[in-house]
């Protein structure tokens, strides 16, 4: 179960690397579908998911620091992605609210998986 954060992360970062892909690619197929606030968002979910991948490694070590930082990254994270995905408003296009929803179920995933006691047990146990 200690293994499962770290998968889950790298499914996480693998989807965030996708998304500064498809941006670039668009940017010059169809730059209607690009906007400086897409570029903005990919990069920086790009460098925070690469962080989190950091910090989820230090979990399976049993580090209760970077436990807490994952866990406020997985919960924020997903309260973040619903409002960018449901709010009429956004300036962000469609396919980038369709590739923030599959992050927002990793990131669901992740939170669930950190509450379970097989993890958390984990932690006590290293300290």
Excluded: C, K
């Excluded at 499914?11 to 579908?33: G, M, N």
């Excluded at 897409?38 to 230090?58: D, E, N, P, T």
Aim: charged fraction near 15%.
């Amino acid at each position: 179960m200690t293994n499962a954060p770290l998968r889950l992360m790298r499914i996480f970062s693998v989807l965030s690397a996708a998304l500064v892909v498809a941006t670039a690619v668009l940017q010059f197929v169809s730059p209607s579908l690009v906007n400086p606030v897409v570029w903005i968002r990919a990069i920086g979910v790009l460098a925070l998911s690469l962080l989190a991948l950091r910090w989820a490694a230090r979990v399976r070590e049993g580090h209760r620091g970077a436990y807490r930082r994952l866990l406020w990254v997985s919960v924020a994270g997903s309260v973040g992605i619903a409002v960018l995905t449901l709010l009429p408003d956004t300036p962000y296009p469609m396919w980038v609210r369709v590739e923030q929803a599959i992050q927002g179920v990793v990131l669901i995933a992740l939170a669930w998986t950190l509450t379970r006691p097989a993890v958390r047990t984990h932690l006590r146990a290293v300290r």
